[in-house]
């Protein structure tokens, strides 16, 4: 019997496998790390819409506090989920197919939800171009004001106000918040796309008007931090179709 093979052939087995347990304690470390991260980067957004919610700028110094606003909010988003994705693709894998079309449908969700939202408050406005959930407000002082002569007219400001005041009390009920979703969706439209079949004949799309099938697949394939996020935009859209009896999804 060769024992200098044997004890060889155990050094090699032995070297390996503890090459493999070095590798998978380091990929342990970086999720331990990126989740975090992330946990810092929650707290951080947390902290900002508190102190959104309890500062009243001036009037002269709103448009540049809402602008800083956003883009103090979308750059915390954009980090966050950066990390989520990270954390997600360190983890088990799973079918870069499924999650590319899973994708492709929350961000269809989310353009649709803010579409619903806008033709709820302007219905009478076939295209929406220029008219963005996070200013609605700020929509509304424009399309009452006339741009020749600066008149207002008050009757219409106060029916947009009070559609806008009515929409955002049935969707806070569902969990929407006007401070974060707003620009949650914008980034979720901007990072994921939309989908590029919207043929109401193919087969999946009994599928896309079912909230029970969305539902597993968003806590299937999305980030984990981001699902209970994206599952509030479901139950928003779900509103929306009982309210106007139409499709989840409108193709």
């Excluded at 929350?106 to 008219?131: K, S, T």
């Excluded at 929509?139 to 006339?146: D, E, G, R, Y």
């Excluded at 994921?192 to 009994?206: L, P, Q, S, V, W």
């Excluded at 931090?225 to 859209?237: E, M, P, S, W, Y």
Aim: aromatic residues 8%; glycine residues 4%.
């Amino acid at each position: 019997m060769d024992y200098t093979s044997i004890n060889s052939s155990h050094d090699e087995a032995f070297d390996a496998e503890s090459s493999r347990l070095l590798a998978e304690n380091a990929q342990m470390r970086k999720m331990m790390a990126l989740m975090q991260e992330n946990v810092e980067l929650r707290s951080t957004l947390k902290d900002h819409e508190r102190k959104v919610q309890m500062m009243t700028p001036p009037g002269q110094h709103k448009k540049d506090h809402n602008g800083m606003k956003e883009k103090k909010s979308t750059e915390i988003l954009h980090h966050l989920y950066s990390r989520e994705s990270e954390i997600i693709n360190s983890g088990p894998h799973l079918d870069p197919k499924k999650v590319k079309k899973c994708q492709r449908i929350v961000g269809e969700m989310a353009f649709q939800l803010d579409r619903r939202i806008l033709w709820a408050i302007f219905p009478e406005q076939h295209r929406l171009y220029g008219y963005r959930v996070p200013y609605i407000k700020e929509k509304i002082i424009q399309v009452t004001t006339s741009p020749t002569t600066g008149k207002v007219d008050e009757k219409l400001r106060s029916e947009l106000y009070q559609r806008y005041d009515d929409i955002l009390d049935e969707l806070r009920k569902l969990g929407y918040n006007p401070a974060v979703h707003p620009h949650f969706t914008e980034y979720i439209v901007n990072t994921y796309g939309i989908m590029k079949d919207r043929n109401a004949r193919t087969e999946d799309f009994a599928s896309y008007n079912d909230p029970q099938y969305l539902n597993k697949m968003i806590t299937e394939c999305m980030p984990s931090d981001t699902v209970k996020d994206i599952i509030t935009i479901l139950n928003c859209l779900v509103y929306f179709a009982r309210k106007d009896g139409k499709s989840l999804l409108i193709f």
